[in-house]
């Protein structure tokens, strides 16, 4: 199964996606760090290193489908041709796709996340509140169907119900 976490920075898709792999053994693929080395290697950041990010993570995620294995994609997933990406790499491997949109209800709650938040990913710039306007149109304009999770309460415990969940589906 592949499994594509959505929503906007700051809402715990990370946290989301590290505590189902803990539980499971499932690999994680994540966008950011991946972004993140091709800036370190020297592309610049007037390349869309962003787009060849998703790319990268989607050969690597063919790779571990293709043996078998359930993989868990952690991006923002905000646009339809980003998700449509994951749904058409389904198609091709023979799998199915979850997708899981995590959002934080609490907007002060991830506010908070957002601006404290402090990655090791070198140069990677961080999000401000103030940018995510047009992500958040996107995902607010998403009609497909998703598993819907708030890391408002216990990560540990929506983990729980995810694993349940997603293992009912394979």
């Known amino acids: 199964m592949l499994i594509a976490t959505a ?18 053994g499932w690999p994680v693929l994540s966008v950011d760090p991946v972004e993140a080395a091709l800036l ?3 592309v610049g950041a007037d390349q869309p290193t962003g787009l060849a990010a998703y790319l990268a993570v ?6 571990q489908l293709r043996l078998g294995q359930t993989v868990l994609v952690d991006a923002v997933n905000a646009a339809p041709e980003a998700r449509a990406q994951w749904e058409d ?15 934080c209800s ?3 709650l991830h506010r908070q996340r957002l601006e404290s938040r402090r990655r090791d990913l070198g ?10 306007g047009q992500r958040r149109e996107q995902l607010a304009g998403w009609t497909g169907p998703r598993l819907v999770v708030d ?6 415990d929506l983990a729980d119900a995810l694993v349940t969940e ?5």
Request: overall charge negative.
């Open 89 to 103: 790499l389904a198609l091709r491997t023979g799998t199915t796709v979850a997708f899981v949109e995590v959002i």
């Open 166 to 170: 997603l293992t009912g589906r394979s």
């Open 151 to 156: 890391t408002v309460g216990d990560v540990d």
């Open 58 to 63: 989607e050969a690597v995620a063919e790779h």
């Open 40 to 42: 370190r290697a020297g």
């Open 123 to 132: 140069e990677f710039p961080e999000p401000h509140w103030d940018s995510l």
């Open 7 to 24: 929503g906007l920075p700051g809402a715990g898709k990370s946290s989301v996606a590290d505590a189902l792999a803990r539980r499971t």
């Open 106 to 108: 609490d907007p002060e």
